[in-house]
């Protein structure tokens, strides 16, 4: 008989809840005691979903959850048997999914119920007009649902710079460019979010509420500098899979994707900013699940004025996703070699070079990628320093100068940079780099970038005109 009793699943209280809500779906949390059995499914007239948890009762109120612009309209429950009924009355017939996640540093055994929400919810009515030209899967969260995911959630504070910026005005645009131009798009993927807290420092600071605050920084600059447009990946407290913050950059067509993140470490004495690239490892395997997916196949590559797989053969195909492949690995480089010595500037390095490993939200194909671990958060004086407004405007604007330089030396087609750049203009504030090629020389690259050799010399520190080809030398900002 003490087997037998020892084998039955013990009860489970539901001491917990909270919802997350996304621009695009609502994630419904409840904290348990212990694990649970659980089941979920919908019924229609009216519509609602039905979720039973096996050997469980409910210790809190759903009461207080914010359900506001979400598919939720009310919340019940009941109990029979043992079994806990909650009910969730929609706004709309939809289909959710649930799963179960174990304990982690913050949370004990959770039960998950997400909510894809309906298109007309998606985006709030103050809001359509100022984003009608771009798609709904891209357009930022709204600060009403940002704040309401924020006080759902954990009780620590968020930190106070990660609320949303005061909006700066753009600069009035040339009217002397001709038409058809367009920006250069920056996808920011702030890591994290919502159930993921990322890494938590010795006073609780959270990763996912530091790295939302210099991604809003960051696209108050970008958006502030003509020819250039910023899209939000995740821009409030909730949580998006690796693989849809890729997406979201693709479909938005973007020509860069920064994912910016605070590293974590056992030992508190662990310290410095990283950037990162993809390895050749993760390159090669990426492709590999490219050309073996159909979806893939059908997806774009190149970006904007993209190529599809689909109508191509397996070795032609093979070729064209080598080639944007290889061009994507080589731009994340470049641009994050001078994003690494800018942080450096300012910040204690943990590498003196750029880092590669083979982190899911580098692996796209067709878009230049890279992650900026901005410091250890788990270090006291780098938390510290990650809290702190003026290091992170510092962070947003060395990540922003990198930027700005990378693509003035290598402008896409048809955007207003290229155009600015083909009229002979120059990057005014902004440090830019030259690789010389064969045939250089000192006074042609002075010539081309419009500078004086006196400053290349003094910005190389060069003792003469002898230069060599695959040298890399700075050229100082006009």
Known sequence: MSLLLLALPAWADIVGARTWLAPDNTRLVFDLSGPVKHKLFTLPNPDRIVLDIEKASLKTTLNGLQVDNSPIQGIRHSNNNGTLR???????????SSFTLPPNDQYGHRLVVD??????LATPPAQAQAQASMPSDERPANAANAQAANSSGSSTPVVASASAPTQTPAPAKNNAAPAGLRDIIIAIDPGHGGEDPGAIGPTKTREKDIVLAIGRELKRIIDAEQGYRAVMIRDGDYFISLRDRTAKARRANADLFVSIHADGW?????????????????????????????????????GVGSVSLEDKDAVLASVLLDMSMTASRTGSRDVASVIHKNIGQFARMHKPDVEMAAFQVLRSPDMPSILVETGFITNPQEEAQLKSR???????QAIHRGITSYFWQRPPDKTWVAWRKSQG??????????????????????????????ALRQANRLNGDQIRVGQVLRIPAS
């Open 86 to 96: 909650v009910v969730l009355d929609l706004r709309d017939p939809l289909t959710p």
């Open 115 to 120: 909510l894809p929400t309906p298109q007309r």
């Open 266 to 302: 056992t030992s508190p004495s662990a310290r410095g900013a990283s950037v990162w690239v993809l390895s050749e490892r993760g390159a090669s395997s990426e492709m590999g699940r490219w050309l073996a997916s159909r979806e893939n196949q059908s997806d774009l590559i190149g």
């Open 390 to 396: 003026d290091y992170q405007v510092k962070m947003a």
């Open 425 to 454: 203009q120059v990057l005014a504030g902004v440090d830019r780099t030259h690789r010389v090629q064969p045939g250089d020389t000192l006074s042609i690259i002075a010539v081309r970038n419009g500078v004086s050799v006196a």
